[in-house]
């Protein structure tokens, strides 16, 4: 009897240290992998690169793949670490899936928060100053060559980049220049003896607009070569007796429903703002057609003389020259809403680009 209830304590004994040591290995040696992210920032400036990194990863099967999603459009990354660019303003899931070799997951994401980011042009200093919306510095550029004028940011080869126009002393020139270091890596003849603005078209046909001031002519260019697709002057619009393309102080566009997008258009002699509407050409015979939609808008004069002006969350932005300010504007009205960007460097500010 002694030696049965011997047997049976040491029994239990073991039943009990295996369940001890069974619960203890899930505890500490789970066998599903663990997704690790390290990422290098997780808020800035649009545009915001970041180096991400998995290879913190684990898993007791040992991890076969990785794939990071990156919450925008683009493909998924299958490598455990690199870098990748936020080229729109917004908040973001990072995300990571590893998969181990017995083919189970582990998942991890992380928020990245990115703001927007002004980008203007300053005549004098032949310099580019990417601001915040409060108008503190971010970064500057010099630009190789003089007298910057109009700025926007375009879609070329796969990636975003400034595009500026230049009047260079009369040797025109448009640049185009690599946001996250102000490397110019192309440079074009400019249309017209005058640059001024410059604006993206991001709906097919895709075209980089530009208003000069001396030819008064609206040029559509090919973003990739800058070469002229096709330009617009004063006789090609309908407008009555009102002065148009006499004196350009800002241009902009706009997607639109059914069409290529809106142009927007401010004139400095009538204080107008004109919406455009871009009619892609229908077959291989026609071209790009321009139409003014409505009754133009009457723009305060009380930020007039004007460079420049951008769309920004359904409100006209423009530089006021005088007050060395941008200024929000309803465009229904007209009217400044009080909202001002203000305090940024330079002396003669030309070009406005909102990147969001």
């Given at each position: 009897m002694r030696w049965n209830r011997l047997l049976q304590l040491a029994l239990l004994v073991t039943l009990v240290a295996s369940i001890g040591c069974l619960l203890a290995g899930c505890f500490l040696f789970p066998g599903g992998p663990k997704a690790v992210i390290e990422v290098s920032v997780t808020e800035g400036f649009?545009?915001?690169?970041?180096?991400?990194?998995?290879?913190?990863?684990?898993?007791?099967a040992?991890?076969?793949?990785?794939?990071?999603?990156?919450?925008?459009?683009?493909?998924?990354?299958?490598?455990?670490?690199?870098?990748?660019?936020?080229?729109?303003?917004?908040?973001?899931?990072?995300?990571?899936?590893?998969?181990?070799?017995?083919?189970?997951?582990?998942?991890?994401?992380?928020?990245?928060?990115?703001a927007p980011a002004v980008w203007i042009s300053d005549k004098n200093q032949g310099r580019i100053y990417k601001l915040d919306m409060q108008g503190n510095e971010l970064e500057s550029f010099d630009l190789p060559v003089?007298?910057?004028?109009?700025v926007t940011i375009a879609e070329a080869e796969g990636r975003d980049w400034l595009f500026v126009a230049?009047?260079?002393?009369?040797?025109?020139?448009?640049l185009r220049v690599d946001p996250t270091n102000g490397d110019v890596s192309q440079t074009y003849d400019a249309p017209g003896q005058t640059p001024l603005n410059l604006t993206f078209g991001a709906a097919e046909p895709k075209r980089i607009w530009h208003v000069d001031g001396l030819s008064r002519k609206l040029y559509?260019?090919?973003?990739?070569?800058?070469?002229?697709?096709?330009?617009?002057?004063?006789?090609?619009?309908?407008?009555?007796?009102?002065p148009f393309l006499w004196t350009p102080q800002g241009l902009d566009w706009t997607p639109a429903p059914n069409a290529a997008g809106y142009l927007w258009y401010l004139e400095g002699q009538t204080k107008f703002l004109y919406k455009i509407k871009i009619i892609p050409r229908y077959d291989i015979m026609s071209g790009t057609q321009l139409d003014i939609i409505g009754d133009p808008?009457?723009?305060?004069?009380?930020v007039f003389p004007v460079s420049a002006i951008d769309f920004y969350e359904d409100y006209l932005w423009v530089v006021n020259v005088n007050d060395?300010?941008?200024?929000?504007?309803?465009?229904?009205?007209?009217?400044?809403?009080g909202e001002e960007i203000t305090g940024f460097p330079g002396a003669s500010t030309a070009g406005l680009e909102i990147q969001h």
């Amino acid at each position: 009897m002694r030696w049965n209830r011997l047997l049976q304590l040491a029994l239990l004994v073991t039943l009990v240290a295996s369940i001890g040591c069974l619960l203890a290995g899930c505890f500490l040696f789970p066998g599903g992998p663990k997704a690790v992210i390290e990422v290098s920032v997780t808020e800035g400036f649009v545009p915001l690169r970041i180096e991400f990194d998995g290879s913190g990863s684990t898993a007791t099967a040992g991890i076969s793949s990785y794939s990071w999603g990156f919450g925008t459009d683009d493909p998924n990354s299958h490598d455990a670490s690199g870098t990748y660019v936020y080229e729109h303003a917004g908040t973001f899931t990072l995300t990571l899936t590893v998969r181990a070799e017995d083919g189970s997951t582990g998942t991890a994401s992380v928020t990245i928060t990115v703001a927007p980011a002004v980008w203007i042009s300053d005549k004098n200093q032949g310099r580019i100053y990417k601001l915040d919306m409060q108008g503190n510095e971010l970064e500057s550029f010099d630009l190789p060559v003089s007298e910057p004028s109009g700025v926007t940011i375009a879609e070329a080869e796969g990636r975003d980049w400034l595009f500026v126009a230049c009047f260079n002393g009369g040797n025109q020139r448009i640049l185009r220049v690599d946001p996250t270091n102000g490397d110019v890596s192309q440079t074009y003849d400019a249309p017209g003896q005058t640059p001024l603005n410059l604006t993206f078209g991001a709906a097919e046909p895709k075209r980089i607009w530009h208003v000069d001031g001396l030819s008064r002519k609206l040029y559509g260019i090919n973003r990739l070569d800058c070469q002229i697709y096709g330009s617009f002057g004063t006789t090609y619009f309908q407008v009555g007796t009102d002065p148009f393309l006499w004196t350009p102080q800002g241009l902009d566009w706009t997607p639109a429903p059914n069409a290529a997008g809106y142009l927007w258009y401010l004139e400095g002699q009538t204080k107008f703002l004109y919406k455009i509407k871009i009619i892609p050409r229908y077959d291989i015979m026609s071209g790009t057609q321009l139409d003014i939609i409505g009754d133009p808008v009457q723009i305060s004069a009380t930020v007039f003389p004007v460079s420049a002006i951008d769309f920004y969350e359904d409100y006209l932005w423009v530089v006021n020259v005088n007050d060395h300010a941008i200024v929000q504007i309803d465009p229904s009205t007209g009217i400044p809403t009080g909202e001002e960007i203000t305090g940024f460097p330079g002396a003669s500010t030309a070009g406005l680009e909102i990147q969001h």
